[in-house]
Nanobody
Framework: QVQLVESGGGQVQAGGSLRLSCAASGRTFVSYAMGWFRQAPGKEREYVATISYGGHSTRYADSVKGRFTISRDSAKNTIYLQMNSLSPEDTAVYFC????????????????WGQGTQVTVSS
């Protein structure tokens, strides 16, 4: 079992930055790939970025590539999402997830989810 708690969301103006954190409980954190997903009002949940269990491999959605960076700190059982050059299109609830394969972008393939943190970008 893994429990995930996101933090760091908020409201920011276009062009600004935010860093999201996701704290994981459980000694098996290092065994899981981790990911960030987001869901905007009226839209399906979509993958944003994922990182392998060892932290050596990452993947990004085209819409955030070059602007967002995912990382993990196994000593702190925490992953991060650094978001730069934010735009109103990035407004969504952001979810942290744990799963087996970092290269799977379908949300149904991820096993554990946090409650989400709201990110609002104003123009």
């Amino acid at each position: 079992q893994v429990q995930l708690v996101e933090s760091g969301g908020g409201q920011v103006q276009a062009g600004g930055s935010l860093r999201l954190s996701c704290a994981a409980s459980g000694r098996t954190f290092v065994s899981y790939a981790m990911g960030w997903f987001r869901q905007a009002p009226g839209k399906e949940r979509e993958y944003v970025a994922t990182i392998s269990y060892g932290g050596h491999s990452t993947r990004y959605a085209d819409s955030v590539k070059g602007r967002f960076t995912i990382s993990r700190d196994s000593a702190k059982n925490t992953i991060y999402l650094q978001m730069n050059s934010l735009s109103p299109e990035d407004t969504a609830v952001y979810f942290c997830a744990a799963g087996t394969y970092y290269y799977r972008f379908e949300s149904s393939m991820w096993d554990y989810w946090g409650q989400g943190t709201q990110v609002t970008v104003s123009s």
